[in-house]
């Protein structure tokens, strides 16, 4: 079983729609989750962080975290034709002096307009 | 401006060549990392140093080496032990447990 698991997708959303992004993982010792963007052939870029279970809004962007379920989410509102790239979700297990992230394998989102 | 910056952008290797990825960040950051990204998959750690002089394997370190000599600095050398390194390279910082990464805009590196 992976650490980190998203459905690979591609995704598409028509636009003005909501863009709902999922993610499970399987150590229950997780504390910190990231949802990063990555638009093709750039660097990941953070948009995202949650920390406690229940929902976390940033503008358009809302993360929703269940450490009971190890499940975390990234929703779009009113998704645009700039959202249009690869979300990928991180997450981060403090382990002895270790401080890592582990990634999942990222959903390709296609917001048609 | 504070950041990371990778280079070169596009790195194009011969068979049997050994090629270094450079890394440097002024934004005081402890640990650095190093991860390999394939077309359509996520990131891969191959190494991350948490102090100067000090560096640990991460998933895929075969075939490839760091050194930590500074806080600002992190290269990686692509060894020709690595059989197959066409691949994207980034570059990440972070200050804390707390934080995520900051990411360099990454090196490309082509073998042909």
């Known amino acids: 079983q992976k650490e980190v698991e998203q459905n690979s997708g591609p995704l598409s959303v028509p636009e003005g729609a909501i863009a709902s992004l999922n993610c499970t993982y399987s150590d229950r010792g997780s504390q910190s989750f990231f949802w990063y963007r990555q638009y093709s052939g750039k660097s990941p870029e953070l948009i995202m962080f949650?920390?406690?279970?229940g929902d976390k809004e940033d503008g358009r962007f809302t993360a929703q975290l269940n450490k009971a379920s190890q499940y975390v989410s990234l929703l779009i509102r009113d998704s645009q034709p700039s959202d249009s790239a690869t979300y990928l979700c991180?997450?981060?297990?403090?382990?002895?002096?270790?401080?890592?992230?582990?990634f999942g394998s990222g959903t390709q989102l296609t917001v048609l307009p | 401006d504070g950041g990371i910056t990778q280079s070169p952008k596009y790195l194009f290797r011969k068979e049997g060549q050994n090629v270094t990825l450079s890394c440097e960040q002024n934004?005081?950051?402890?640990?650095m990392y190093w991860y390999r990204q394939d077309p359509g998959q996520g990131l891969r750690l191959i190494y991350y140093?948490?102090?100067?002089?000090?560096?640990q394997k991460g998933d895929i370190a075969e075939g490839y080496s760091v050194s930590r000599e500074k806080k600002e600095s992190f290269p990686l050398t692509v060894t020709s032990a690595q059989k197959n390194p066409t691949a994207f390279y980034l570059c990440?910082?972070?200050?804390?447990?707390?934080?995520?990464?900051?990411f360099g805009s990454g090196t490309r590196l082509t073998v042909v």
């Open positions: 990440a910082t972070t200050s804390g447990t707390a934080y995520g990464y900051t």
């Open positions: 949650i920390y406690s279970n």
């Open positions: 991180a997450v981060r297990v403090v382990s002895g002096s270790a401080r890592q992230l582990t």
């Open positions: 140093s948490q102090i100067v002089n000090d560096f």
């Open positions: 934004l005081n950051h402890d640990a």
